[in-house]
């Protein structure tokens, strides 16, 4: 399994809603709901404990027991909110966290070093890999078994013709 203790960001407090110390969030995961698996947070040297979260237009509005008004709200503005990648649920066969992808050093399938995944979009058909090549360069490939045969917690593998492609 990746790292279990390496910080997992899944969302980011982006300003206050309202004067009772509820926060607008920024969300990096699958949406509101996400975030209610989990009562504690860690943002930035402190603690922050989940007591409801709610959709709001692209993100969501949460309260938490620590912020009890606009100004402490405010004060966490740029604000991440982490948690340990071991409370993450455990993934399926053919499943990943994006988080663990990032930073995987690369190989074709003729085992030559290819560079490393630096990002991660979707674009509505499925994952695009960017990877960086050592010279800087950048290439896409999408997260799909003919491209990606195989991958784990030290390396990922791309076929050889997206690499020559890219």
Excluded at 106 to 114: H, L, M, N
């Amino acid at each position: 399994m990746a790292n279990a203790t390496r910080p997992v960001t899944l969302a980011a407090i982006a300003g206050a809603h309202g004067v009772r110390g509820e926060v607008r969030l920024k969300l990096f995961g699958e949406g509101a709901d996400t975030l209610r698996a989990f009562s504690v947070f860690e943002a930035g040297t402190r603690k922050l404990t989940l007591k409801s979260v709610r959709p709001a237009n692209q993100g969501a509005v949460a309260t938490f027991a620590e912020i009890t008004d606009r100004s402490g709200a405010e004060a966490l503005r740029g604000t991440v909110l982490t948690v340990p990648r071991s409370a993450l649920p455990p993934l399926g066969e053919g499943e990943y966290y994006h988080h663990d992808l990032l930073g995987l050093p690369c190989v074709s399938t003729d085992g030559s070093a290819v560079g490393e995944v630096v990002a991660i979009d979707n674009f509505g058909a499925g994952d695009i890999l960017e990877i960086e090549r050592p010279n800087g360069k950048r290439f896409m490939v999408p997260m799909r078994p003919e491209a990606i045969p195989e991958w784990d917690d030290d390396r990922l593998i791309v076929t050889r013709a997206f690499v020559d492609a890219g």
